[in-house]
């Protein structure tokens, strides 16, 4: 069965440096999420994107974050400047649009240290 | 604004005996519901949805959930709990399907034992 995949599965990064968490969605999918969740609390909407622009974001999603598709395959989180709080799992998902009730498929996920 | 509430962060129950997880959502729209299981350090898996068919849902692993507009509840059944089915349950509403964002309840940790 098709797969969304993650890398790095875990990252540690210093504090005001920028990482980029990577998702490969599936591949016939359009729509695509990541969310986030803090150690200990509920898994939180970040952001959705579809046709190469954001769809929706949450008030999480300030200026210090960015994604991009890349390419065909890839789908990217940036982080510019990492701040202590944004340690957590970042999980990204996708969606086939052309059925309404499908749901989101989510990758295992990446864990960001802040270091 | 929707919201999900999840009563009992921690279930336990006997390997053989019911499980039965919780959940109550808030919605101003017909609700789209999910619960997905989430296995240690793996992703969100899905086990199963209702999105205004039959309001009872069957899913994966022998887990079902029946969708009551009146009580506004999505609970989770099964009747006979297996060791493998510790984990932690995140019940999710979202107002359009698989396009729009989930959001989530905080999770119940189901432990089994012998």
């Known amino acids: 069965e098709p797969e969304v995949t993650q890398t790095p599965s875990h990252q540690v990064t210093q504090m005001g440096q920028e990482v980029i968490l990577r998702c490969v969605p599936i591949s016939n999918h359009l729509y695509f999420y990541w969310y986030r969740q803090i150690l200990g609390q509920k898994v939180e909407f970040l952001v959705s994107?579809?046709?190469?622009?954001?769809?929706?974001k949450s008030e999480i999603f300030d200026d210090q974050f960015s994604v991009e598709r890349p390419d065909g395959s890839n789908f990217t989180l940036k982080i510019r400047s990492t701040k202590l709080e944004d340690s957590a799992m970042y999980f990204c998902?996708?969606?086939?649009?052309?059925?309404?009730?499908?749901?989101?498929?989510f990758g295992d996920g990446t864990r960001l240290s802040i270091l | 604004a929707q919201s999900v509430t999840q009563l009992g962060s921690h279930v336990s129950v006997s390997e053989g005996a019911l499980v039965l997880l919780r959940c109550n959502y808030s919605?101003?729209?017909?609700?789209?519901l999910f619960w997905y299981v989430q296995y240690p350090n793996q992703g969100l898996q899905l086990l199963l949805k209702y999105t205004s068919a039959a309001t009872l849902v069957k899913g994966i692993n022998g887990f079902e959930a029946e969708f009551k507009k009146s009580e506004t509840s999505f609970h989770l059944t099964k009747p006979s709990a297996h060791m493998s089915d510790a984990a932690e349950y995140f019940c999710?509403?979202?107002?359009?399907?698989?396009?729009?964002?989930?959001?989530f309840g905080a999770g119940t940790r189901l432990a089994v034992h012998p």
């Open positions: 998902a996708s969606s086939d649009a052309t059925v309404q009730d499908q749901p989101q498929h």
């Open positions: 919605s101003s729209v017909p609700p789209y």
């Open positions: 994107f579809y046709n190469n622009e954001i769809s929706e």
């Open positions: 999710a509403v979202s107002d359009r399907g698989g396009y729009n964002k989930l959001i």
